[in-house]
């Protein structure tokens, strides 16, 4: 591995202490928190002010990040391509869990799958990529459903579930059902599925789903993680744990702040 520049790096320490920082701070704490004395800290500190990196309250005397600091946030974003963002995370996480992973996406009739990442076992039935995904039935939908634009998910639900032939009162009554679903949902950050359903109805017994979203920066609801692995497994805790982890990281990437 080539040899850095160690001024840099060092730099880059105390550049990541203020960033990580929810308040300003001192140039006591900044020098603690970067492990440096107070003294080689206070000459970064003054040519990352020169910069525009950090600026220092004159009133305060305490440090944060300057415009042009968040002139590159904002030019990174610009340069984010989040299908490439989330479509990464994807296969990602199918590393850590050798389970199938879709990445769904809506599109102007609905939920629609627009890739995949195929563990080692394959399963009874192929979930294609452009294939449709269920918003009654499927952890994937019900993530749509608590997240995405709510009018258009909502009538969209609406045209599904009328044209399952279920009687006005069965279908207010489903509806009711995932309103509450939803709102649980919003809560935890997390949709659940067993036994998984496909588009056309059938179900596959045997095997679970686990769903979460992906953010941008406008905190719009853009793609959905959803893991399918066997309902049997010893591992549910943890692949619930890695599907939230690895959705919150790609919306994170995207600058989506997933605290909101």
Not at 79 to 84: H, K, P, T, W
Not at 85 to 109: E, G
Not at 148 to 157: D, P
Request: charged share 20%; aromatic share 6%; proline share 3%.
């Amino acid at each position: 591995m080539a040899k850095g520049i160690q001024s840099i790096l060092l730099g880059f320490r105390l550049l990541e202490a203020i960033a990580e920082a929810d308040v300003p701070l001192s140039l006591k704490a900044i020098a603690a928190l970067s492990g440096m004395s107070p003294s080689k800290a206070r000459m970064y500190l003054i040519s990352f002010i020169e910069t525009g990196l950090v600026v220092q309250n004159p009133d305060s005397a305490l440090y944060t990040l300057g415009p042009y600091a968040l002139r590159l946030g904002t030019r990174a974003l610009q340069r984010m391509d989040l299908m490439e963002v989330a479509t990464a995370t994807m296969h990602s996480l199918q590393k850590q869990t050798d389970a199938l992973v879709l990445l769904c996406a809506w599109d102007t009739s609905g939920v629609m799958v627009v890739a995949r990442s195929e563990g080692s076992k394959p399963l009874p039935l192929q979930f294609q990529i452009g294939g449709k995904t269920s918003l009654a039935s499927t952890a994937t939908g019900h993530i749509f459903l608590a997240f995405g634009l709510q009018e258009q998910t909502w009538l969209r639900l609406a045209e599904e579930l009328s044209a399952t032939g279920l009687s006005r009162t069965d279908q207010k009554k489903q509806l009711r059902t995932l309103e509450a679903l939803a709102a649980t949902i919003r809560k935890e950050g997390i949709a659940e599925a067993d036994p998984i359903t496909y588009s056309s109805g059938v179900s596959l017994t045997g095997y679970a789903a686990i769903a979460a979203p992906v953010f941008d920066a406008g905190q719009r609801l853009r793609y959905v993680l959803t893991l399918v692995y066997q309902s049997n497994s010893k591992r549910k805790e943890e692949l619930a744990r890695l599907t939230r982890q690895a959705a919150d990281q790609a919306s994170q990437l995207a600058g989506a702040d997933i605290s909101a």
